[in-house]
T-cell receptor
């Protein structure tokens, strides 16, 4: 019954591939987030969008490129990833930056060959 | 700083007993404290939260307490059930810098 939908659920890609992760919410939330989670670790913030503008970039390598086409969608474009980028990528949303909580999607499990 | 320390890292509790997880933060400007439950292979799910103007909040078997002076907050689960087994993360945010910082997690196992 998650209200934040992420696709695909699983993704296997080579280091030279280009792929995109997608996140969608229809709760009218104006803040959206990308997190990376390694096994047995807490989620680690990557990017924050507020009203479709990039608000925070946590010094993420440029091989990760976020995009917010509209208030309901958030993409993460992937290119030339490294094996250490294999992880669970979680999207979250909140009403806005100061109106929490954040609601998470089920994530995309990414494996880099 | 924005560090959050969480203890214990693992906790085993007999079914029906209570479980307590504690978190300590360093940023005195922190003003919102959620707790998330994450089952294996699933998303973090909000189970309870508290704001800095409140000392305690309860929702059925789950309660959270906040001590702003000591900068720590705790999750209390009473009458534990097998389905409470999961990893629990505390977190904090200061709405001024907008970044939610998580604790390191507690793996809770309920022994039937």
């Amino acid at each position: 019954d998650t209200e934040v939908t992420q696709t695909p659920k699983h993704l296997v890609m080579g280091m030279t591939n280009k792929k995109s992760l997608k996140c969608e919410q229809h709760m009218g939330h104006r803040a959206m987030y990308w997190y990376k989670q390694k096994a047995k670790k807490p989620p680690e913030l990557m990017f924050v969008y507020s009203y479709e503008k990039l608000s925070i970039n946590e010094s993420v390598p440029s091989r990760f490129s976020p995009e917010c086409p509209n208030s309901s969608l958030l993409n993460l474009h992937l290119h030339a990833l490294q094996p250490e980028d294999s992880a669970l990528y979680l999207c979250a949303s909140s009403q806005d930056l100061e109106d929490q909580p954040q609601h998470f999607g089920d994530g995309t499990r990414l494996s880099i060959l | 700083g924005e560090n959050v320390e969480q203890h214990p890292s693992t906790l085993s509790v007999q079914e029906g007993d209570s479980a307590v997880i504690k978190c300590t933060y360093s940023d005195s400007a922190s003003n919102y404290f959620p707790w998330y439950k994450q089952e294996l292979g699933k998303r973090p799910q909000l189970i309870i939260d508290i704001r800095s103007n409140v000392g305690e909040k309860k929702d059925q078997r789950i309660a959270v307490t906040l001590n702003k002076t000591a900068k720590h907050f705790s999750l209390h689960i009473t009458e534990t059930q097998p389905e409470d087994s999961a990893v629990y993360f505390c977190a904090r945010i200061n709405f001024g810098n907008e970044k939610l910082t998580f604790g390191t997690g507690t793996r809770l196992t309920i022994i039937p």
